[in-house]
């Protein structure tokens, strides 16, 4: 709607984990690495892990366009309280079908899957995405899973990304069996301050448009409401993009996105910015007047 007025090629803040506008933050570059790291050295069980919005599927992303052909992948993204057995979503995520569907059935075609890949030169990667809402029993039948790797060869490796209460699963006593198995683990946190400044100008140069669309103090505002969180960071730029299209901006300063915050008040993402925070933005001209 508005690309043309700023000049874009293309949305800078959209939602969607395009990896193409990846932002190499130190922390990113390190998950990313992380994860690198996990494939090449064999390890069985990697682990993943950060707040909802922080971009952890963006590094999934960027990490499954790198792989080719010598890694098979089946990914898993709808896991759920009620979710039973870790073997038929397997099967499905990898477009095996088993001779039958009992459950001896479907773990031999499973393995028989991980062999003949193995045997052309090529190894499963199962990445379970949500993997916080797996329950014990299914975590501990994942493990039994990766039995099939032997001490020579390595035909499975799990890539489990979650939220933190994931962490607080693999910590119970009853999963120390797993915990050991896990061999990469990292966490993603927000951005700081200097990286949200980084990172709105990153995008903004991706999708084809100035750097200095935001102003400093703008984007200091945008991280102060939005934590660094990126998915929040990006929701609410992208506000202040059209806000300023319907005003015929050509830039967007931090009255501008106080306006956004007030007008958006009654959204759970972006509430109502506070008196006290309206305060301490005065100095650098957000008017706390309260006036929409």
Excluded at 216 to 234: F, M, Q, S, W, Y
């Amino acid at each position: 709607m508005y690309e043309r007025h700023f000049g874009f090629r293309t949305k800078p803040f959209s939602l969607t984990p395009d990896p193409a506008f990846l932002y190499p933050s130190r922390q990113h570059a390190m998950g990313m690495t992380m994860l690198e790291y996990g494939l090449e050295s064999q390890a069985a069980f990697s682990l993943l892990t950060g707040d909802i919005g922080c971009g952890k599927t963006m590094l999934v992303r960027h990490l499954l366009r790198g792989l080719g052909d010598r890694v098979v992948v089946g990914l898993i993204s709808h896991t759920h309280g009620q979710f039973k057995s870790i073997h038929s979503w397997a099967l499905s995520a990898l477009g095996v079908v088993p001779a039958d569907n009992s459950d001896v059935g479907q773990y031999s075609a499973l393995v028989d899957s991980f062999v003949s890949q193995y045997a052309v030169g090529r190894r499963t990667l199962l990445i379970i995405d949500e993997a916080q809402n797996l329950s014990l029993q299914v975590l501990e039948e994942l493990r039994l899973l990766s039995n099939v790797n032997s001490e020579q060869d390595l035909i499975l490796q799990v890539l489990l990304v979650g939220q933190p209460e994931l962490r607080e699963k693999l910590s119970n006593p009853e999963m120390i069996q797993f915990a050991q198995r896990v061999s990469v683990d990292f966490h993603l946190k927000p951005l700081d301050r200097t990286e949200t400044l980084a990172y709105v100008r990153h995008r903004l140069e991706i999708a084809g448009g100035s750097p200095a669309l935001f102003s400093a103090d703008a984007i200091e505002l945008v991280h102060a409401r939005t934590k660094g969180i990126p998915r929040l960071v990006n929701q609410l730029c992208d506000f202040g993009l059209l806000y300023a299209f319907a005003d015929g901006r050509k830039t967007i300063d931090a009255d501008l996105i106080a306006q956004v915050l007030r007008d958006r008040g009654n959204g759970v993402a972006l509430p109502a910015m506070s008196s006290a925070m309206e305060l301490r933005m005065a100095p650098v001209g957000i008017p706390n007047n309260g006036a929409a």
